[in-house]
């Protein structure tokens, strides 16, 4: 110890502290983008001292693709049914059914209603806004006409809508 730390309070040896920290992570890295540099060149230059792995020898870790769904595609229209008439009381007992699903039914779901994410593992939370996204989307839709009644009252007509003549 020097004569300036003796006399030096908790706060500036608090201070002198995570400057010296910070110092050393800096060094750190530096050091480590230089061996990466480095490390490129090497294997530029001898590219049989570094074999490239094959996807076979690669762990495949998919959190997604080992498990299951435990619910069917058919009862997970069902659910999203049954969400959406929950969703015109009350929005926070949806949030929290869905929260109560596990990941890879959560991802069913998701794929049942067509909504894409663009990750290959989503977590919890993007999968259930994702869901509760259509759920709006089904109630905006349907606020002033029942879907139901739209599915079951309107055939569909072959024949080509006519055209206004000029």
């Known amino acids: 110890m020097t004569e300036k730390d003796i006399f030096n309070t908790p706060e500036e040896e608090v201070k002198r502290l995570a400057n010296e920290i910070a110092e050393i992570k800096n060094v750190l890295g530096d050091l480590s983008r230089t061996l990466s540099h480095i490390e490129t060149r090497v294997k530029r230059a001898f590219p049989s001292a570094y074999p490239k792995t094959t996807p076979s020898n690669r762990k495949q870790k998919s959190s997604l693709g080992t498990e299951t769904p435990t619910i069917t595609p058919e009862r997970a229209i069902s659910i999203y049914d ?80 006519s055209e206004d003549k000029q």
């Open 82 to 161: 049954e969400l959406v008439n929950q969703a015109k009381e009350d929005i926070n007992q949806v949030k929290e059914r869905l929260s109560s699903f596990n990941i890879v039914d959560l991802n069913l779901i998701r794929q049942e209603l067509g909504v894409s994410l663009g990750k290959k593992k989503p977590s919890q939370k993007p999968l259930i806004d994702a869901i509760l996204s259509r759920i709006n989307e089904s109630i905006k839709l349907t606020q002033h006409v029942n879907r139901k009644q739209l599915l079951t009252e309107a055939p569909i007509s072959e024949t080509p809508p």
